[in-house]
């Protein structure tokens, strides 16, 4: 069953536009990672499934639906219990998201209600008790503020939790071990995650599925390695040859050649074009519609002859 339901959504702000018609499916129970370069509207996609965007955003068309709601319609009331019961949400600065007048235990105590068994949460996500209960925000580390976050967006068993990179201001070895948290917490308890991150690798060894956004659209998904392995847009293509575990393997590591676009308005065509060793006339000016190749869903005018390509030994080189 669909969970979460995203259907041509444009985001403007004021200056940006930052979603150009996104679509996206996540089924019940599913960890889905959201890739793209920065830019590309993840932050923006992840903060509309709750309707947490910034005042200066406006939704333009599309329409956003969790566990049947449709959230950019729901009144205050209704939009305040689905965020409650049916949602959580970690983001990137976990300090930041804590306020840095209270102790932590009584944070906690507020978020979790007043019966709430505090140390019970805290030994979830493998902190101790006493010493958090006790220390204010800025006293613990990054990874312990970021369990902290984590032990409050779970404390409710949400079906979708959105986790905005939680890592990225962590060290590799804390990183590993704060994803380990997340993952093994979400799957105890049946919840959807909805990861945005940078580590292509990582997504590929955690998630079902994967999208990539590029351009404020979603312009492949599919199974997370099967996208990231045997990508079918030119763009995944290019991005999974920067990744940095290319390098790791002795590959040459690629930067996408190009710059990522900033858009004002919604795109003519195809918004990789300009980057695109694949581009024909076409992609300039007409927008691609979805094709399914293998298991993915892409926008690309060019994916069935690319597949072709494929199919027949030929795999194009995705260069400059
Ligand atoms: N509050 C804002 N006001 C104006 N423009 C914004 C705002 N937030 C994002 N943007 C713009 O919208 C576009 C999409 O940004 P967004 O943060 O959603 O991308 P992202 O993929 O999450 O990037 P990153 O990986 O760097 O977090 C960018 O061009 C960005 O500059």
């Known amino acids: 069953m669909s969970l979460l339901t995203v259907r041509n959504l444009v985001i403007d702000y004021p200056q940006t536009r ?14 889905l990672g959201l890739v793209g370069e920065s830019g590309s509207g993840k932050s923006t996609l992840g903060s509309a499934v709750g309707r947490l965007l910034p005042g200066t955003a406006v939704r ?14 729901l009144p205050p009331g209704r939009l305040r219990h689905l965020r409650k019961k049916h949602l959580g949400f970690v983001f990137q600065d976990p300090i930041a998201s804590l306020d840095p007048t209270m102790r932590v235990g009584a944070q906690l105590r507020l978020v979790l209600g007043r019966g709430a068994d505090v140390g019970f949460h805290l030994g979830r996500v493998k902190l101790d008790d006493a010493r958090v209960t006790r220390a204010y925000p800025h006293q613990l580390s990054g990874g312990m503020a970021q369990r902290v976050a984590i032990a409050m967006a779970m404390a409710t068993a949400p079906e979708l939790l959105v986790a905005d990179e939680p890592t990225a201001a962590l060290d590799s070895q804390v990183r590993e071990e704060v994803l380990n948290v997340v993952f093994s917490l979400a ?3 049946g919840t959807s995650i909805l990861w945005l991150s940078h580590d292509l690798p990582a997504v590929a060894r955690r998630c079902d599925r994967v999208a990539v956004m ?4 979603v312009v492949e998904s599919g199974p997370a390695r099967q996208v990231l392995g045997d990508p079918a847009h030119p763009y995944t293509a290019a991005l999974a040859r920067s990744a940095p575990a290319a390098a790791a393997r002795g590959t040459r590591l690629e930067p996408v ?3 990522p676009p900033v858009l004002t308005g919604a795109a003519p065509g195809c918004a990789f074009a300009p980057r695109c060793p694949f581009a024909v006339e076409r992609c300039e000016h007409e927008r ?9 869903d892409v926008l690309c005018h060019r994916a069935g002859e690319l597949e072709a390509h494929m199919t027949a030994g030929r795999r194009p080189e995705v260069t400059a």
Not at 18 to 31: F, I, M, P, S, W
Not at 61 to 67: L, P, S
Not at 214 to 217: F, V
Request: proline residues 9%; hydrophobic residues 30%; without cysteine.
């Open 187 to 189: 799957a105890d308890a």
């Open 60 to 73: 333009s068309d599309g329409e956003v639906t969790v566990a049947g709601e449709p959230v950019f319609d």
């Open 257 to 259: 050649p190009g710059r």
């Open 288 to 296: 691609p519609a979805p094709v399914r190749i293998r298991e993915q």
């Open 18 to 31: 930052a979603l150009d018609g996104a679509d996206l499916d996540l089924r019940q129970g599913e960890t």
């Open 214 to 217: 590029y351009g404020g659209r």
